[in-house]
């Protein structure tokens, strides 16, 4: 089972500032099949990014994906306060299809 | 439009069975993976396992493997998780969600499991 490590736990940030996520895998997610998703309180997860650096439909350019293998990265650019929320990445190359244990944005 | 529309919340019993249901519309059911998501209170998401609806070949996470049955109806469009034998941990919300990275979810079903 391929396990999915966040970084950091929680990002205290400022709207208007970039943010940098980290997801690094135990072992090589293949084909890059790794996702992220945002979740608001009360809300179901939405998704971001998959093929770890292609956006979803409706999702904005200031969320970028990147990275290969063992480490993945979600930027956020330009902070807008709709923005702070729990980030989670996912490996669907491999069964089970991991979560991370997400990471918390908040002001 | 894409819609997973599941069942409303449940409150059971130890001991008791349960088996929820999300209901798909909007695009060709049979032909896309439907997964299922466990959520527990303030935690994060846990992958139970996946089910493709054309043929029923279905996968589970060890986690979960011999706790919950997946399952689906294409005639119905409609995919399920049941348990025979619920527990206290098995309070969470459950969420459903299509293809193997979830495009779209369901809207969660909120399962309460105390005596």
């Known amino acids: 089972e391929i396990v999915l490590t966040q970084s950091p736990g929680t990002l205290s940030l400022s709207p208007g500032e970039i943010a940098t996520l980290s997801c690094r895998a135990s072992q090589s997610v293949s084909s890059n099949y790794l996702a992220w998703y945002q979740q608001k309180p009360g809300q179901a997860p939405r998704l971001l990014i998959y093929g770890a650096s292609s956006r979803a439909t409706g999702i904005p350019d200031r969320f970028s994906g990147s990275g290969s293998g063992t480490g993945f990265t979600l930027t956020i650019g330009r902070l807008g306060p709709d923005d702070f929320a729990v980030y989670y990445c996912q490996q669907y190359s491999s069964s089970p299809y991991t979560f991370g244990q997400g990471t918390k944005l908040e002001i | 439009e894409v819609q997973l529309v599941q069942s409303g919340a449940e409150v059971k019993k130890p001991g008791e069975s349960l088996k929820i249901s999300c209901k798909g519309s909007?695009?060709?059911?049979?032909?896309?993976?439907i997964a299922w998501v466990r959520q527990t209170p303030g935690k994060g998401l846990e992958w139970i396992g996946i089910i493709f609806p054309a043929d029923s070949d279905t996968r589970y996470s060890p986690s979960f493997q011999g706790q919950v049955t997946i399952s689906a109806d294409k005639s119905l469009s409609t995919a399920y998780l049941q348990w025979s034998s619920l527990k206290a941990s098995d309070t969470a919300i459950y969420y459903c969600a299509r293809h193997n990275y979830l495009i779209d979810w369901g809207q969660g079903t909120l399962v309460t499991v105390s005596s």
């Open positions: 909007g695009y060709d059911f049979s032909t896309w993976w």
